[in-house]
């Protein structure tokens, strides 16, 4: 169900130096949301997820997350983080970590989850993915969409009440797409609540209710996958999706 709003962004800009990468964005997510983010290369898009978890430091304005200004100066942003989960293009596993422990060892490390409960957890998370017999092996002896998969339990074996997704099928061997976006389909399909930049068209038109078209720094256009993918109305919306699908 779409109720409260979970992030509330405001006026935010981002520079690096003198160039403007975000140039002022309001928007709302809304708790069970599922957004997908689509614009050209550049645009801002990578640079706007990560400062919904604070990896960049917003220039101005505010991101207000369950209540809270994570933005505000000297703020303690590690306890909030906790709860923001995150998936890059490139599958960030600890690589001398069994897959297993991939996952166990944030949970104990700060959350203070026993062992045998992140055990249970872990493999209870593998069996979803189908990595289940992978338990023990290491990252290395994954293929691509496999470390993918490990990444997404990886995050949300902390219970985030959001997961940020940059790109996550771009760097994958076509085959191994799927696979991929179909654990990020059940994510969705079991109400968490979504961000997704994506050049995946189809999937995007498929999980979201919100589609934002990010271009030069700005939502340029937003609405539902229909409004966007069938109706847009501004001439950059229409000149990005003639070129993409
Ligand atoms: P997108 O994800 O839409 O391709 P990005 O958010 O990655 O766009 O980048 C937007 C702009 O910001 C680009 O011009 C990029 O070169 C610039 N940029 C991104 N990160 C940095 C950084 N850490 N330092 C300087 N410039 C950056
Ligand atoms: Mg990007």
Avoid: W
């Amino acid at each position: 169900m779409i109720n409260q709003a979970l992030i509330q962004v405001k006026d935010l800009c981002k520079n690096f130096g003198d160039l403007q990468v975000l140039k002022g964005i309001n928007e709302e997510i809304h708790k069970g949301e599922v957004v997908s983010i689509i614009g050209p290369s550049g645009s801002g898009k990578s640079t706007f997820l990560r400062c919904l978890n604070l990896l960049e430091e917003p220039t101005s304005g505010q991101v207000i997350f369950e209540g809270v200004d994570i933005a505000a100066k000297n703020l303690n942003i590690d306890k909030h983080r906790q709860k923001i989960g995150m998936v890059f293009q490139h599958f960030n596993v600890f690589p001398h970590l069994t897959v297993l422990e991939n996952i166990t060892i944030t949970p104990t490390l700060e959350k203070g989850v026993s062992k045998a409960e992140a055990t249970e957890m872990g493999m209870r998370l593998l069996k979803k993915v189908g990595l289940e017999s992978k338990a023990d092996e290491y990252p290395r002896k994954l293929s691509g969409g496999q470390k993918q998969r490990l990444a997404i339990v990886r995050a949300m074996a902390m219970e985030p009440d959001v997961m940020l997704f940059d790109e996550p099928t771009s760097a994958l061997d076509p085959e191994m797409v799927k696979d991929v976006l179909e654990v990020i389909k059940d994510l969705a399909d079991n109400g968490m609540t979504i961000v997704i930049v994506t050049h995946e068209m189809g999937f995007a038109r498929e999980i979201s209710d919100r589609v934002l078209f990010m271009d030069d720094g700005i939502i340029a256009e937003q609405g539902t996958p229909e409004d966007i993918f069938k109706n847009a109305k501004n001439p950059r919306t229409i000149e990005f999706l003639s070129k993409v699908l």
